[in-house]
C-alpha cells in the first residue's frame, strides 16, 4: 500500500524549437492565459512560462 497516492513520474520529453515558439504566440495573443495553454498541450505551467521569458529575452537582444 506503500504506492497509493504516488505517480510514477513522466518521462523527459524534448519539444522542437517549432513547437515553443508556437506555445508562446497562443500566449502572446492574449486570447488564452498560460495555464490554459500549459493545460491545453498537457504541459506545465512553469515549463510555458519559461519558455514565454525565454523568448522575450531572445526578443530583447535582437533589438538591443
Do not use: N
Not at 513522466?10 to 500549459?38: H, I, N
Not at 519558455?51 to 537582444?61: F, G, I, K, L, N
Amino acid at each position: 500500500m506503500e504506492s497509493m497516492g504516488k505517480k510514477k513520474p513522466r518521462p523527459r520529453r524534448s519539444f522542437t524549437p517549432e513547437f515553443k515558439a508556437e506555445l508562446v504566440e497562443l500566449c502572446r495573443r492574449g486570447d488564452r492565459s498560460v495555464g490554459q495553454v500549459a493545460r491545453d498541450f498537457d504541459l506545465t505551467e512553469t515549463a510555458v512560462r519559461l519558455w514565454v521569458s525565454q523568448a522575450r529575452s531572445t526578443r530583447a537582444r535582437r533589438t538591443a
